[in-house]
């Protein structure tokens, strides 16, 4: 099947920031695949640690659509616990899913992908400010932040553009349980200029568009209201604070 309209593929799109930025695409005029480990009605099932799922779902994507034009990876995960407490599978884990996945989205969506074509990765404020206790978290991001460029400088050849929006707080499904934990909002808007968290709404937009700006290319948008300009928070004080 083939359609004017341009295919865009939402992986992790099943909620949070995914779901907001498969909307926004929607909206933008694309036709949307959502892809996501949640079992959810009108969901394409993948795992993105799972290099043979993510290399069937494009192909079934491309098979079912005719082309793929823009590709954004929004799957993640996170924990939470010292270095010197943390086990390695913990580690390990948060690493595969948000940086090996990423790896892998790039991996088998550029061979699908023509010139215009756009990949968009999800990093994060924590891929250039560190956190106690988010010591897998931190790395990966950083680490999807340096994949993006060179992404970006080995399709650009092929002119297939590869971004990356870095959101600071927005509050998701991902998110939620911290905000919970008595001085962990106050502190994260007390060091975001702009005063406020993010909203899902906006890292979609931002997505469109990275999907449109043909002269954009290894980019790390940060999304954060300025927070990269402050400090971090002290998530971990504010954990030991309420549970000890």
């Given at each position: ?94 690493v595969d899913v948000n940086l090996t996945g990423s790896f892998l989205v790039v991996k088998h969506a550029a061979p699908h992908l023509g010139a215009g074509g756009s990949i968009i990765l999800l ?22 932040n340096m994949l993006t460029q060179v992404a970006a400088l080995e399709l650009g050849a092929r002119g297939i553009r590869v971004n990356a929006i870095a959101p600071g707080l927005v509050v998701t ?72």
């Amino acid at each position: 099947m083939t359609t004017s309209a341009r295919i865009a593929l939402v992986v992790g799109g099943a909620s949070g920031i995914g779901t907001a930025t498969a909307r926004a695409l929607e909206a933008d005029g694309c036709t949307v695949v959502v892809a996501d480990r949640t079992a959810v009605d009108g969901v394409v099932p993948v795992d993105v640690t799972d290099e043979a799922s993510v290399q069937t779902l494009f192909a079934r994507v491309v098979d079912e659509h005719g082309r793929l034009d823009v590709v954004v990876n929004s799957a993640g995960v996170s924990t939470f616990g010292l270095m010197a407490d943390l086990a390695v599978e913990e580690f390990r884990t948060v690493v595969d899913v948000n940086l090996t996945g990423s790896f892998l989205v790039v991996k088998h969506a550029a061979p699908h992908l023509g010139a215009g074509g756009s990949i968009i990765l999800l990093s994060s404020l924590n891929g250039r400010q560190a956190g106690a206790a988010l010591a897998p978290y931190c790395a990966a991001k950083a680490g999807v932040n340096m994949l993006t460029q060179v992404a970006a400088l080995e399709l650009g050849a092929r002119g297939i553009r590869v971004n990356a929006i870095a959101p600071g707080l927005v509050v998701t499904p991902l998110t939620a349980p911290a905000m919970d934990i008595p001085g962990v909002e106050d502190d994260y808007l007390a060091n975001t200029p702009l005063g406020r968290s993010g909203r899902p709404e906006e890292i979609g937009d931002a997505a469109v568009f990275l999907s449109r700006a043909e002269w954009m290319t290894g980019e790390v948008l940060d999304l954060n209201g300025g927070a990269h300009l402050m400090r971090y928070p002290d998530l971990h004080g504010h954990v030991m604070a309420a549970f000890g």
